[in-house]
T-cell receptor, first 112, second 115 residues
């Protein structure tokens, strides 16, 4: 089944404790991205990747890191999480930037 | 730069009534436009997309949208609402075939359907 998977689905952590949210797609897509969703603000892009080893900042990259060492994986790293990073995070992928994006099920992160 | 405005953060309709969710965009080049739906506790899934072909686009679950360049609009409609349509809907824009500009989403419209 074609899909985007994210892990974990739910995470509660404390300020400053490094964490990684994994994202994997099995559709051989070149384009992958991370979004955060907050009430009243909609979806905002954090980082995106046009291909392996090619990443770029989106609208709200501060406090986040990404890597794209393999085509299928695009982990999101929070080196030192803060409470304002409490949010619902989505990973998405598409064949090309302008194509339909396939979304993962989301990761709900709470930073205390 | 591209932008999207969704008028109305919350729309409520009766079951069987017309659904109209509004989306206006701003783009300096011919755009690609999308509507996505998010059901509770799920990710987003594509309803329909416009990529410079026919201006009236039909999507899943009976939804359709019409691209109107003169009005810079891409409103989503469905003739008769069903309870299962209750969800959050997002409009998105990207410049067609142009560089690395990411998809820009609107803030979303929550649709409630009243029995």
């Amino acid at each position: 089944e074609a899909q985007v998977t994210q892990n974990p689905r739910y995470l509660i952590t404390v300020t400053g404790k490094k964490l990684t949210v994994t994202c994997s797609q099995n559709m051989n897509h070149e384009y992958m991205s991370w979004y955060r969703q907050d009430p009243g603000l909609g979806l905002r892009q954090i980082y995106y990747s046009m291909n392996v080893e090619v990443t770029d900042k989106g609208d709200v990259p501060e406090g986040y890191k990404v890597s794209r060492k393999e085509k299928r994986n695009f982990p999101l790293i929070l080196e030192s999480p803060s409470p304002n990073q409490t949010s619902l995070y989505f990973c998405a992928s598409s064949l090309r930037r302008s194509d339909e994006q396939f979304f993962g099920p989301g990761t709900r992160l709470t930073v205390l | 730069a591209q932008s999207v405005t969704q008028l109305g953060s919350h729309v409520s309709v009766s079951e069987g009534a017309l659904v109209l969710l509004r989306c206006n965009y701003s783009s300096s080049v011919p755009p690609y436009l999308f509507w996505y739906v998010q059901y509770p506790n799920q990710g987003l899934q594509l309803l329909l997309k416009y990529t410079s072909a026919a201006t009236l686009v039909k999507g899943i679950n009976g939804f359709e949208a019409e691209f109107k360049k003169s009005e810079t609009s891409f409103h989503l409609t469905k003739p008769s609402a069903h309870m299962s349509d209750a969800a959050e809907y997002f409009c998105a824009v990207t410049p067609g075939n142009s560089g690395n500009t990411p998809l820009v989403f609107g803030k979303g419209t929550r649709l409630s359907v009243i029995a």
